[in-house]
């Protein structure tokens, strides 16, 4: 699976920004964003299931992320709202081939076995 994400940039805080994620190559059975900061580790965002759109939300982005699928066109995006400082990082979109089950740990890097090159967001203050 070759993953690209789009769609990241500048913006001040408050404002939304949308990201997005291109799949091609093999299926697959569920699309995750993963963001890191400088000098902190990979933090887990959001999670979609691609057949049925089942979602998971990491804690500190619920309510204000949205992930959502486009299966037409293969691609997975992520709607960010009231963008805040901390929330500066480079997104990754990951891609998983794991049977879809609920108490799977959705959160997890190791779950995802291929992975886009990132974008930047930076939310200025």
């Known amino acids: 699976v070759q993953l690209q994400a789009s769609g990241g940039g500048l913006v001040q805080a408050g404002e939304s920004l949308r990201l997005s994620c291109s799949a091609s190559?093999?299926?697959?059975?569920?699309m995750g964003w993963f963001r890191q900061a400088l000098g902190k580790e990979r933090e887990f965002v959001s999670s979609?299931?691609?057949?049925?759109?089942?979602?998971y939300y990491g804690d500190s982005v619920k309510g204000q992320f949205t992930t959502s699928r486009h299966r037409a066109e293969f691609t997975v995006d992520l709607q960010m709202n009231r963008l805040k400082p901390e929330d500066t990082a480079v997104y990754y979109c990951?891609?998983?081939?794991?049977?879809?089950?609920?108490?799977?740990?959705?959160?997890?890097?190791?779950?995802?076995?291929?992975w886009g090159q990132g974008t930047l967001v930076t939310v200025s203050s």
């Open positions: 979609i299931w691609w057949n049925n759109g089942v979602t």
């Open positions: 990951a891609a998983t081939q794991v049977p879809l089950e609920y108490d799977r740990n959705w959160s997890s890097p190791g779950l995802y076995d291929y």
């Open positions: 190559g093999r299926p697959f059975t569920a």
